[in-house]
């Protein structure tokens, strides 16, 4: 007849009271210390833990696709002893240990503590050439590159050169007065020296141009204004300047063409910087003054009137004299000289003409003669 053979068994997931050294049991409850797995007692009697040989609970873990990864199961190769992927979590480490022999230091790889998004790195077939280096395509396919060989220098002049990387050493030089270079923490600054000279022409494009110079030597003897202004007549030409002399008020003073009337202005007082054109209406505009000496051929003085002149010579078109008495007649006595011949008094006088001396008079007494 068949025999039957029990073991001690639990609906829960704990283990009966006492298993002695020897003894089988099973728990059937889910999880817990010994849900779904078969122990044995312990080998130093019931007193003691069991210890746990199998079940269910591992038997679930081996039930899937070798050499596919599961969740929550075991690690089963294939039979090529292979599995499809491995994943290392919390930037956890795959660590390759040197040779035993050497010690225990490790190399280990892993991912950046942040990964903004899913990334796959596929390695080039072969195993390159010696120097190479493995670079990126920028969607995750790396290849081998060759790094170094030769670099083409050219520039606007001269011949191009050739500079082999990673041995030569590429020089970046200035040029005296002109360019100057520096390095320092892996970085290149060209720039302007503190005196810097110009050989060829220099050509400023722009709206604004500001000199800080305190001295402005030019050795052109005639300055060009106003170039662009060959099509029309727009912009006043000449030159300003910026004054403050009441301490609370800037002001501007200078000499120019004005394009209203194409003459020649000085002007002072002026409260607003002139643009294109200078404000003749603007505030505080006023006429300057020109302290010269005036020479030309011909000088046409219109309109107003002329003052601050003293006793101007006959020989520029003046009298000589700086007042003239009511009644005075002018008569030039002496050469070159005109005098003022004061006819006032309490007689009435007429004018005589003495030969003699060639002069002119006032007098009231007739003393004989011929009259006709």
Do not use: C
Request: charged fraction near 15%; charge should be negative; avoid cysteine.
């Amino acid at each position: 007849m068949s025999q039957t053979i029990q073991i001690k068994r639990s609906t829960g997931t704990g283990k009966p009271t006492t298993v002695s050294q020897g003894e089988l049991f099973y728990a059937y409850g889910d999880n817990g210390t010994y849900g779904k797995r078969l122990a044995i007692g312990h080998v130093n009697g019931g007193g003691n833990t069991p210890e746990i040989i199998g079940g269910k609970h591992f038997m679930d873990m081996l039930d899937h696709t070798a050499g596919n990864l599961t969740a929550s199961s075991a690690i089963i190769t294939d039979s090529n002893s292979q599995i499809n992927e491995l994943q290392i979590k919390d930037q956890g480490s795959l660590k390759l240990l040197e040779n035993s022999g050497n010690g225990t230091n490790v190399i280990s790889i892993r991912a950046p503590a942040a990964v903004t998004s899913d990334t796959t790195l596929t390695l080039p077939d072969g195993a390159g050439s010696n120097g190479q280096v493995l670079t990126t395509n920028g969607s995750g396919a790396l290849s081998w590159t060759t790094v170094g060989g030769n670099l083409t220098i050219a520039a606007d002049s001269g011949s191009n050169d050739e500079v082999a990387v990673g041995t030569d050493t590429l020089t970046f030089e200035g040029t005296a007065n002109e360019i100057e270079t520096t390095v320092s923490n892996n970085k290149i600054n060209i720039g302007f020296p503190s005196n810097v000279t110009i050989s060829g022409n220099l050509t400023v494009s722009g709206t604004t141009t500001t000199v800080s110079s305190t001295t402005i030597n030019v050795v052109d003897p005639l300055l060009a204004l106003a170039t662009t202004n060959n099509s029309s007549d727009a912009v006043d030409i000449g030159f300003y300047g910026l004054y403050d002399d009441s301490g609370s008020q800037d002001e501007y003073a200078g000499f120019f063409r004005d394009a209203g009337d194409q003459k020649w202005k000085l002007f002072k007082n002026l409260q607003a910087a002139p643009t294109t054109t200078v404000n003749t209406s603007g505030t505080g505009y006023a006429v300057a003054t020109l302290v010269a000496h005036l020479e030309d051929s011909s000088v046409a003085i219109t309109g107003g009137s002329i003052t601050g002149i003293t006793d101007l010579a006959v020989a520029d078109g003046g009298t000589g004299l700086s007042a003239v008495a009511k009644g005075s007649i002018l008569a030039a006595n002496t050469a070159n000289v005109l005098t003022a011949v004061d006819g006032g008094g309490s007689t009435d006088k007429f004018l005589l003409y003495t030969a003699s001396s060639d002069t002119v008079s006032w007098t009231n007494a007739v003393d004989g003669g011929t009259y006709s």
